[in-house]
C-alpha cells in the first residue's frame, strides 16, 4: 500500500486510478477532435485545451471515487464496477454541463461531452477487464511472511483470502510449540537460518502474530531481518493498515501511545477543518433552506407533532450539546426510554422513513456545525444514556470524544448501520482509526463516499 496523507490506499487502486485519469484525458481529447472534423474547424493543440481536459478528467474521476468504484466491492465483480461506472460518468456529465452553465457555455460542449461519455464507458471498463484479467490484484499484493500460527496467524489468513487484499501470506513460522491452528505453519527449530528464509521467499514484510509475546518474542531474529530491508510489522499495526480500523481484541494502551497517530500537528488541519465547516454550512443553510422548509411542513402533515426535534447528544471532550433534526418517528417513539434504532422500526414515521434514506432529516445538523458544536465529517454523536453504557462494555470509547462529532464519518461510510453492542463495537474500532488518522485528506474522502451511502442507503435508519 501507499501511504498518502497518513491513509494507506492500494497499490491496485493507485494504478488504476492513474490509467483511468489518462484514459479520461485522452477521450476528452477525442470527443473534441471528433466534433471538431464534424463541423469543419480546426481542432488546435491538445496544450491549449489542457484546462477543459484536466476539468474534465479531474471531475469524473472525482465522481467515480464518490460512488464506490475504486471500492472492494468494484475491484473483484466486473458487474458491479461497471454500474458504478455508468453512475459516476452520469454524475460527472450532469456536474461538467452545469459548470458549463456557469460560465457561459464554451468551456464543454454538450456534445463534445457526449462523445466523451460513451467513449470513457468504454476505455473505462476495458481498462479493468485488462487490470483485472490480464495482471490480475495479485501482481500487485505484497509478499508476507507471518511468524506465528495461533489464532491472530489464522485471521491474517482469512483477511488476505480476500479478493481485495492487498498482500499474500507466502509462509507461516510457528515460533512456539503450541498446538498450531493453521497446519501449514513451519516450526522454528526446522528453520536453520529465518533471515535467509525470508530472503529465499522472497518476501517484502514481516508480521508478528504471536498470541503470547513473553519469552517468545524472536528480538534477534526480528533486528537481523529488518536491517536487510525487509518490512517488520506488529499484528495490531498490520491489521489498522489493512482495513482501516483499529482492531479492539489486540490493541492496549502502550500500541495507542507509541503508535504513529494522534499528532500535534493537527493544530493547523483543525483551523482549516473549521473554516471549511464555516463556510460549508453557511451556503447548505442558505441552500437546502427551501428543501427544510418543505419537509418540515410535510412531516406536521404526515404525523401529529413537531416537524423539529431535540435530543442531547455527547460532543468533544464529552461536552453535552442539542441536536436538531427533522422528526421521523412518533412523538411517542420513547415513551418507555431511550432505545436504539431498529430495522423497519415501527416507530418510524411513512415519511420518516424516505427522509431517512435520502438523510434529508440530517439538514437542520448544519446548524450545529455552523455553531461549531459538530463538524461535517467525525464520529456519530451519541445520546449520553447510550454512551455511559458504551464505556463500561467497550474499551477506548472515551477517545472517540477526542475529535468533534461529525454528520458524516468513516464509521458511516465503511460499516452497514446496526444497533446491537457488538455493531458499536465495530463502529468504534473504525472512530479510533479516524481519530488517530485524522486528516483533510480523509475528511475529503469521507465527504466524497457519503454520496455513495446516499446514493446506496446501506442501512440507513
Do not use: C
Not at 418517528?329 to 418510524?348: I, L, S, Y
Amino acid at each position: 500500500m501507499i501511504r498518502l496523507f497518513k491513509h494507506y490506499i492500494p497499490h491496485a487502486v493507485i494504478l488504476l486510478g492513474l490509467i483511468d485519469l489518462a484514459l479520461l484525458i485522452g477521450v476528452a481529447d477525442f470527443g473534441w477532435r471528433l466534433r471538431a472534423a464534424q463541423i469543419g474547424i480546426d481542432p488546435g493543440a491538445t496544450v491549449s485545451r489542457i484546462w477543459q481536459l484536466s476539468g474534465y478528467a479531474v471531475i469524473i474521476l472525482t465522481a467515480m471515487i464518490a460512488v464506490g468504484v475504486y471500492g472492494a466491492e468494484a475491484l473483484r465483480s466486473m458487474r458491479y464496477a461497471t454500474a458504478r461506472l455508468l453512475v459516476a460518468i452520469s454524475l460527472g456529465i450532469i456536474a461538467l454541463a452545469f459548470v458549463d452553465f456557469l460560465f457561459g457555455g464554451h468551456n464543454f460542449w454538450r456534445s463534445v461531452l457526449a462523445y466523451a461519455m460513451g467513449g470513457s464507458i468504454i476505455l473505462l471498463v476495458l481498462n479493468r477487464l485488462v487490470v483485472g484479467g490480464v495482471l490480475g490484484v495479485a501482481a500487485f499484493r505484497r509478499r508476507v511472511l507471518v511468524l506465528g500460527a495461533g489464532a491472530r496467524a489464522d485471521r491474517l489468513r482469512k483477511l488476505s483470502l480476500r479478493p481485495e487484499s492487498g498482500f499474500a501470506i507466502v509462509g507461516y513460522v510457528a515460533m512456539t510449540e503450541s498446538q498450531p491452528v493453521v497446519g501449514e505453519a513451519i516450526p522454528r527449530a526446522a528453520i536453520h537460518n529465518l533471515t535467509q528464509h525470508v530472503e529465499n521467499l522472497g518476501v517484502s514484510e514481516v508480521v508478528l502474530a504471536l498470541e503470547e509475546r513473553r519469552n517468545s518474542l524472536p528480538l534477534s531474529d526480528l533486528l537481523r531481518i529488518k536491517t536487510t530491508g525487509v518490512h517488520v510489522n506488529d499484528f495490531s499495526s498490520f491489521i489498522e493498515r489493512e482495513t482501516g480500523r483499529v482492531d479492539l481484541d489486540t490493541v492496549n494502551p502502550s500500541w495507542l501511545i507509541f503508535s504513529d497517530g494522534f499528532s500535534s500537528g493537527r493544530a493547523i488541519s483543525s483551523a482549516v477543518k473549521r473554516l471549511f465547516d464555516i463556510v460549508a454550512s453557511s451556503l447548505l443553510l442558505i441552500l437546502s433552506a427551501p428543501v427544510i422548509a418543505l419537509f418540515a411542513l410535510l412531516v406536521k402533515i404526515d404525523s401529529k407533532g413537531p416537524a423539529f426535534y431535540r435530543q442531547q447528544r455527547v460532543g468533544l471532550y464529552g461536552q453535552l450539546f442539542d441536536v436538531i433534526k427533522l422528526r421521523s418517528m412518533r412523538t411517542d417513539a420513547e415513551v418507555n426510554g431511550a432505545q436504539f434504532a431498529q430495522e423497519n422500526d415501527p416507530r418510524v414515521t411513512r415519511l420518516g422513513r424516505f427522509i431517512r434514506k435520502v438523510r434529508i432529516d440530517e439538514l437542520p445538523q448544519t446548524w450545529s456545525v455552523l455553531k461549531g458544536e459538530m463538524s461535517f465529517v467525525g464520529p456519530r454523536p451519541e445520546r449520553p444514556q447510550f454512551v455511559a453504557e458504551l464505556e463500561e462494555q467497550l474499551p477506548y470509547y472515551a477517545e472517540r470524544h477526542m475529535v468533534k462529532p461529525g454528520i458524516t464519518g468513516w464509521a458511516q461510510i465503511n460499516y452497514p448501520y446496526g444497533a446491537s453492542l457488538e455493531d458499536s463495537r465495530h463502529k468504534l474500532e473504525y472512530d479510533l482509526y479516524y481519530a488517530k488518522n485524522y486528516t483533510p485528506f480523509l475528511d475529503l474522502l469521507i465527504l466524497l463516499q457519503t454520496l455513495r451511502v446516499v446514493l446506496w442507503p446501506e442501512g440507513a435508519r
